[in-house]
């Protein structure tokens, strides 16, 4: 009996990041996981919590490839931004990261100090902050 196949192809973003549409309500973090997480790809591994924890702030539209030695990564989510988008994204910056450090010990990775900052302080991704 003939079985599925898949491919995954491996996707480059190109920075700036257009999201097409309003990007007005999607919020750049970037996390750092202080580990190399590239190779925590499972079901119930590293990448696929954090996923989840994430998803419980709003929807994640973009996820882009790790980078600094596969610590750190830049992720997009929409629906944190309210009355006052700078202040509503800084202090769910820092729920996301309290909740991100809340995981602890996950697939032997330490996020127990992982931390999350909007857009960050890279200089080579910093053009995908909106």
């Known amino acids: 009996m003939a079985g599925i196949t898949r491919i995954h192809p491996v996707s480059t973003p190109t920075f700036p990041v257009n999201m097409g549409g309003g990007a007005e309500d999607i919020t750049y973090l970037e996390l750092d996981y202080l ?10 591994s590293t990448l ?6 994430l998803g419980t702030f ?5 996820q ?3 980078f600094d030695s596969n610590t750190r990564q830049i992720v997009g989510i929409e629906g944190l931004s309210g009355d006052d988008e700078d202040v509503a994204n800084f202090a769910a910056a820092a729920v ?4 991100l450090q809340a995981l ?3 697939d032997s990775i ?7 900052i909007i857009g960050g302080p890279s200089a080579n991704h ?3 902050v909106v």
């Open 35 to 44: 580990a190399a997480v590239n190779a925590k790809t499972g079901p119930e």
């Open 48 to 53: 696929a919590v954090v996923y989840t924890m």
């Open 58 to 62: 709003g929807t994640i539209v973009y």
């Open 64 to 66: 882009g490839p790790l």
């Open 96 to 99: 996301i990261q309290a909740a």
């Open 104 to 106: 602890g010990t996950v």
């Open 110 to 116: 330490n996020l127990g100090s992982a931390t999350a």
């Open 126 to 128: 910093q053009d995908a």
